[in-house]
């Protein structure tokens, strides 16, 4: 069965420094695709990068890049020069196949940045 | 372009009665999905919808039913509503394809539902 792992459920990361957020996934699909999501305390999910399985380079979407280890099943989040604004939940997530938008999310990890 | 938005924003009902929730996708988006999230059970998919036709459904009770319409909007309805329906329930729309950037679901903020 498909399933997200966050096994971060808390971190601090200092202004400007670089961060990294773990995720685990598990699939037997060949197809699918990952996400990750920013959630602020205001509730909404805001959709920070994607990676498909095919893709062979990491995803980059400004500060974020996705750190795809495909043999080891791992997509982590990486962001860049930490900015107070990025103190938010994230959420991995996968989408098994692409004739859907169903995705499967994690537990999520609490982000703090700290001056 | 205006995102998604979602109505009411919150919601308090008492349990036994029956809601409407309201989704707007994005202008040009077919694929609308509705999320419940809750601090117990995190975010579980409830349904999805791609040009009125339900393509995906989550684990949920016959109570939670939903539906889209031909301007791609949606709306899902719980009925009969118990305690354990407060929650969060967001909903996310995407061009509903499998090609380029078809696959990114934008969110809306939310519709906050307390059941007391």
């Known amino acids: 069965a498909q399933k997200i792992t966050q096994t971060q459920p808390g971190m601090f990361v200092q202004e400007k420094e670089a961060v990294t957020l773990d995720c685990t996934y598990d699939?037997?699909?060949?197809?699918?695709?990952l996400f990750w999501y920013k959630q602020p305390s205001s509730g909404e999910m805001i959709f920070l990068i994607y990676q498909g399985s095919y893709d062979e380079q990491n995803a980059t979407e400004g500060r974020y890049s996705l750190n795809f280890q495909k043999a080891r099943k791992s997509a982590n989040l990486v962001i860049s020069a930490s900015q107070l604004g990025d103190s938010a939940m994230y959420f991995c997530?996968?989408?098994?196949?692409?004739?859907?938008?169903?995705?499967?999310f994690g537990t999520g990890t609490r982000l703090q940045v700290f001056p | 372009k205006a995102g998604v938005t979602q109505t009411p924003r919150y919601l308090i009902k008492t349990r036994g009665q029956q809601v409407t929730l309201s989704c707007s996708p994005i202008s040009g988006h077919r694929s609308v999905s509705w999320y419940q999230q809750t601090p117990g059970q995190g975010l579980q998919f409830l349904f999805e919808?791609?040009?009125?036709?339900?393509?995906n459904k989550g684990n949920f009770p016959g109570r939670f039913s939903g539906r889209q319409f031909s301007n791609s909007r949606s709306e899902m309805n719980v009925s009969t509503l118990e305690l354990g329906d407060s929650a969060l329930y967001l909903c996310a729309s995407s061009l509903g394809g499998n090609r380029g950037r078809s696959y990114e679901q934008y969110f809306g903020p939310g519709t906050r539902l307390t059941v007391t």
């Open positions: 997530a996968m989408r098994e196949g692409f004739n859907t938008d169903k995705l499967i």
């Open positions: 919808y791609f040009s009125e036709t339900q393509r």
């Open positions: 699939t037997s699909d060949q197809s699918y695709g």
